[in-house]
């Protein structure tokens, strides 16, 4: 059935049910993915589906039903569930749908993969791999074209098409030589393009030249309290969390230690955040917001100053704070002005912080793990690879802590994020 | 689709094949301070179609099941193995089986509740909190059900239908201390459907009882010292010690991915005293959390014995891992919806329990640690583990004393098993296990509580 057919009996079916306000979100996801286990390329996955989220408000109570089958028995049938689920509800007021908006469509990427070129850039990287890195063992890299259809449309009259297609190579690996095995390390890249060596791109060489050192690591019989830089890799991780404390239900719940903080300084002045969905410097993105708004680029935090939480539509009715221009995701975070070789050269004692295994940090930004494919710094050089070392420390104070901020960047495709130096950290081996 | 119906497709395979039908049917209602902000059932089914041909795998998948479509998904995972055996030719491999019929149904035993009824059942737990302890900041009441059906056919006669239900309620409260938020969660529940699991809310009104207590506990607790401790994992911790740090060392793939476990078969990697198994269904008399009886290969499931007496004994495999190190499968190939495809994974990972008292185990601690709950953990291929970890106490003189604040301890594995001094005459099973890889899937894990040196971070 064709997706605008599946939408209009959808849209007919609600009205005829007497459904107060509704939305429906229709997604049609085509996927060709290769995958390498252990250094050999095994398997090819073709992979259809759907998804059809059908939300009804009634009353100012909310349920939703989502299903995958798409004939017209189904979709009615899950119209009438959907309806009956807002009605078993509870009412709140905070519950909402996007306004009018005017209708638009949108499309980026590459909408038709080429399996044959995807299968020759794997198949390449695999080849370079072994040759320039030949104690690297490839556990695992899934390299796959997704191209996702997906129509929003309200009972406001909201109505949004977004075609997207896109590339992704995620890379899992370890170094091994002997029986002295590294830590695993992992990274990832979305593209448009499949032209050029994949192991040219993103952070793949310099994480499989690390990885290849790392089979000889140290422990570090220290406690001290010193600087981390953090990769961009690792910064991915950390920017999840400390975004994380900016969403609805923190907020709503109070327990946000970011939220009285609004136009407030919670970073140094050097350090600014953008969630960017549009930005031509990334290569995938969205147009849309969950909640059916058409997403803006978003400052986060602008030379150290909280300029937006990431409230949805319900968030901000909620809490009544603003709703975000965007729902997160894309974060790029400025360059400074150091070269990186001139950070490591200013740092006395620290940390080359390439990857963070941590537990969940508390609800009041405390943090703590254990600094995986890392790398001891001492008199303004790197000594060497270090093992079972523990970094703690404190998210919000982390951010007014930072000193330094390189002007290189890595572009991941969904983010784009510089090394940056924080001090007053824990370390403890 | 019935077991028979899909039998009849076996005619169109032509290399190995798996034939996979699916649904995964699930709710979620969550309460946030008393607001229902999530009310949301899913329903993701479809066919999938696995080949493999010449050391190659082709997979395709398709969300309507019909004859058509299953033809379609067979001759499209043929093809994409045909595809990348024309690229590269691999020596041929003959996968090992396990064939059988295996259909395990779940009944309902008693009355389903409407969304209506399961909404008041949340909203009464609810109630009880915010009246029973109303100097709390927030709370959150979440229900979760996950029901896995599926229908397998294999090409050396395996053929299944399983349904595997799940029902969890969490709890999660937060308490403000000088300004900081200080939280804890606890979940109920397990295998089967929510009427199986819940029968009225008051029953769990103890158990939010003691998670209130140790909340209190905890919003004046302190940083645990860093460094390396003589520590009691309590049964969470020890799941996912089990779980993570050893189970996925030994994971066939991740060995050939470069884990350090390889270079450990059949020797010492633990104290004597510690047996390991991933059960497949059923263990020590009982029903598992997440009883698998055939995999996502067809094949017969049986406990896995990770490590016997100390000793490494095995690693965990599919078909095409067992056949590389010439053993017998043990069915963890498992896929999480419709549209996966199986992977190694574990089911009920767990130590076996000792001859101690956790009382005795707590008295022999002279300064340590007593940590009783996790939140989330990970494992690496040297064995390093790390496991968040958000309620414990500290111990002194073998008595527990001040709760402790969020933390993370970490370890070798086959170093810190060899630390293991006591184990507890008791098992408990966590309910709520979901593990990640490139799939998430529900598991299960548990065990005694166990004494270790265990290293802790922190200020």
Redesign the interface.
């Known amino acids: 059935m064709e997706p605008e057919k599946i939408i209009e009996i959808g849209l007919k079916e609600l009205k005829k049910l007497g459904a107060e306000q509704f939305e429906l979100e229709l997604n049609l996801a085509e996927k060709q993915e290769m995958n390498v286990h252990s250094g050999e390329l095994k398997l090819f996955r073709t992979t259809v589906n759907n998804s059809l989220r059908i939300s009804v408000l009634q009353e100012q109570k909310r349920g939703t039903i989502a299903v995958n089958k798409l004939d017209d028995d189904i979709i009615r049938q899950a119209c009438r569930e959907a309806l009956e689920m807002a009605r078993s509800s509870k009412p709140d007021e905070a519950n909402a749908i996007a306004p009018r908006q005017p209708a638009a469509t949108f499309t980026r990427g590459v909408l038709q993969p080429d399996a044959d070129a995807m299968y020759t850039g794997l198949a390449g990287f695999v080849r370079d791999v072994k040759e320039r890195f030949p104690r690297i063992i490839l556990e695992e890299v899934i390299h796959d074209h997704t191209r996702n259809r997906s129509y929003f449309v309200n009972s406001n009259q909201v109505d949004y098409l977004t075609d997207r297609g896109f590339y992704t190579f995620v890379l899992v690996f370890t170094a091994r030589e002997g029986k002295h095995t590294s830590s695993f390390n992992y990274t990832d890249l979305t593209t448009q393009s499949l032209e050029g060596k994949f192991l040219d791109r993103g952070s793949f060489s310099t994480l499989l030249a690390q990885s290849s050192e790392q089979i000889a690591t140290r422990r570090l019989a220290d406690k001290f309290v010193g600087d981390i830089i953090i990769t961009p890799d690792c910064l991915g991780s950390f920017i999840g969390s400390i975004t994380s404390y900016l969403r609805d239900m923190p907020l709503i719940t109070g327990t946000s230690i970011y939220r009285d903080k609004l136009n407030q300084s919670v970073a140094v002045p050097g350090f600014t955040l953008r969630s960017e969905p549009l930005s031509n410097e990334l290569e995938d993105g969205y147009f849309v917001t969950g909640d059916g708004f058409r997403a803006q680029d978003n400052v986060i935090i602008e030379e150290g100053i909280l300029k937006s939480h990431l409230l949805t539509l319900y968030g901000a009715n909620k809490t009544g704070r603003p709703r975000a221009a965007n729902y997160g995701g894309n974060y790029i975070v400025d360059p400074g002005g150091k070269s990186l070789e001139d950070i490591i050269a200013s740092t006395e004692k620290g940390i080359l912080l390439s990857r963070f295994s941590g537990g969940n940090p508390s609800e009041n930004g405390d943090f703590s793990g254990v600094a995986k494919n890392s790398y001891y710094i001492e008199n303004g050089r790197i000594q060497y690879p270090v093992s079972e070392l523990m970094v703690a420390g404190n998210l919000a104070a982390m951010l007014l802590a930072i000193t330094d901020i390189s002007r290189e960047r890595i572009n991941f495709g969904t983010h784009l994020f510089p090394w940056i130096k924080c001090a007053n950290i824990h370390i403890s081996g | 689709m019935h077991l028979q119906e899909l039998k009849s497709y076996a005619e169109k395979f032509r290399e190995y094949t798996e034939l996979r039908v699916q649904e995964n049917r699930a709710l979620r209602l969550t309460l946030?301070?008393g607001?229902?902000?999530g009310?949301?059932?899913?329903?993701?089914?479809?066919v999938a179609a696995r080949v493999f041909k010449q050391?190659?795998?082709?997979?395709?998948?398709?969300?309507?099941v019909n004859n058509s479509t299953i033809g379609q998904v067979i001759d499209?995972?043929t093809a994409?193995?045909d595809?990348?055996g024309s690229?590269?030719n691999?020596p041929t491999v003959t996968l090992p089986g396990r064939p059988g019929e295996i259909i395990r149904d779940h009944v309902y035993a008693n009355p389903r509740l409407?969304?209506?009824e399961l909404?008041e059942f949340l909203?009464e737990v609810d109630d009880h909190i915010i009246g029973k302890y109303p100097d709390l900041?927030?709370r959150?009441v979440t229900l979760s059900t996950l029901e896995m059906e599926k229908t397998l056919l294999t090409t050396d006669g395996s053929a299944a239908f399983t349904l595997v239900p799940r029902a969890l309620v969490s709890t999660v409260m937060?308490l403000?201390k000088d300004g900081?938020?200080?939280?804890l969660y606890e979940v109920y529940g397990g295998f089967g459907f929510f009427e199986d699991n819940f029968r009225q809310p008051d029953e769990l009104y103890a158990k939010l009882e003691e998670q209130y207590r140790h909340l209190k506990n905890k919003s004046t607790g302190i940083y645990p010292e860093?460094?390396e401790h003589d520590c009691i994992l309590g049964p969470d911790l020890a799941g996912i010690l089990s779980h993570e740090a050893i189970g996925h060392t030994v994971e066939a793939?991740?060995v050939?991915?470069?884990?350090?476990a390889a270079?450990h078969l059949n020797q010492l990697v633990a104290t004597p005293a510690l047996t390991m198994i991933d059960f497949a269904h059923t263990a020590l008399g009982r029903t598992c959390p997440v009883p698998v009886y055939m995999d996502d290969e067809g094949i017969i499931a049986e406990d896995a014995v990770l490590i016997k007496e100390g000793i490494l004994k095995t690693f965990m495999n599919n078909r095409e891992t067992a056949a590389h190190y010439g053993v017998r499968p043990t069915g963890n190939a498992r896929a999480y919806a419709f549209?996966d495809?199986p992977l190694i994974r574990m089911r009920n990972t767990a130590i076996l329990p000792g001859d101690d008292k956790l009382a005795d185990m707590i008295a022999s601690i002279d300064k340590g640690y007593y940590l009783m709950k996790a939140?989330?953990g990970?494992a690496?291929?040297?064995s390093?583990f790390?496991?968040?970890?958000?309620q414990g106490y500290e111990i002194e003189k073998g008595r527990l004393e001040r709760a402790i604040?969020?933390?993370?301890i970490?370890?070798?594995a086959f170093d810190m098993l060899k630390t293991i001094s006591m184990i507890s005459d008791d098992m408990v099973w966590g309910c709520s296990g979901m593990c990640g890889k490139?799939q998430v899937i529900p598991v299960g894990m548990g065990g005694p509580a166990v004494k270790c040196r265990i290293?802790i971070?922190?200020?």
């Open positions: 946030i301070n607001n229902v902000v009310n949301v059932r899913t329903s993701q089914s479809g050391g190659k795998w082709g997979f395709a998948c398709h969300p309507d499209r995972a994409n193995a595809f990348l690229k590269e691999l409407t969304q209506k909404i909203r900041k927030s959150n937060s403000e900081k938020p200080v939280e860093a460094g793939d991740i050939l991915g470069g884990s350090i270079d549209s495809e939140s989330n990970e690496d291929s040297t390093e790390m496991f968040g970890v958000v604040l969020d933390t993370t970490s370890g070798v490139k290293r971070g922190g200020k």
